[in-house]
């Protein structure tokens, strides 16, 4: 996929790079480090909002979104701060707010969430491998996991953070990010077997 965002955020910016001026160096630092996430976060941000949606056009969304929200907020980041966990929660937060909005429609209607145009995200190599319906059912599984445990399971496993960045994120220590992750991957072993650890759902 290829984001909006590569085009709007891709290139640093020229205007002040000649003001030698710690705000104005700062604010550099912190458009080429942005620039750097969206080349290269873009597929581990996507994997987690489609694991977190379970639907690949809502997750494309909400990846554009969060995008978008951390390019309006970027003048607040710190400066030194790495802008990779703060992006993530920003992603996060967007994608809960979504559930959410979901939830109280499904309780409004009373009528079964239907799967959104798209289905499922293009098969990996290691998806081909373990085949399409196996794939599936890890990926409904995860899905039925609690929100808490799955969104350590996929900052861990697709976006790759630390505990310690992780517990910022989520606003919980790093011993409760741990039990979270302890919790799904026990759910998940004792679903598939230790097999499951191969997949790089456990990491």
Same mark, same amino acid.
């Given at each position: 996929m290829a984001f909006a *965002? $590569?085009? %709007?955020?891709? *290139? @640093?910016?020229a205007r002040g790079a000649a003001d030698g001026s710690k705000a104005n160096v700062d604010d550099l630092a912190r458009r080429a480090a942005f620039g750097r996430l969206v080349r290269q976060d873009g597929p581990s941000a996507l994997g987690v909002a489609r694991r977190l949606l379970g639907e690949a056009s809502a997750a494309e969304d909400l990846v554009q979104e969060a995008f978008l929200r951390a390019w309006r907020d970027l003048p607040k980041l710190a400066p030194g701060r790495d802008v990779r966990p703060w992006f993530y929660r920003i992603l996060i937060n967007a994608g809960r707010d979504r559930l959410r909005r979901r939830a109280v429609r499904v309780r409004a209607t009373l009528s079964p969430r239907k799967p959104m145009p798209g289905g499922r995200p293009t098969p990996s190599p290691l998806s081909s491998a373990l085949g399409r319906d196996l794939? %599936? !059912? &890890? $990926? !409904? %599984? &995860? @899905?039925k996991l609690p929100l808490r445990q799955r969104e350590c399971l996929l900052l861990r496993s697709r976006a790759s953070l630390s505990y310690r960045d992780m517990a910022e994120l989520l606003d919980i220590s790093e011993g409760v990010v741990k039990g979270h992750l302890v919790a799904a991957r026990r759910a998940l072993l004792a679903r598939f077997g230790k097999e499951i650890s191969e997949w790089g759902v456990l990491q």
């Open positions: *965002a $590569d085009i %709007a955020f891709g *290139a @640093e910016p794939l %599936a !059912r &890890v $990926d !409904r %599984a &995860v @899905e």
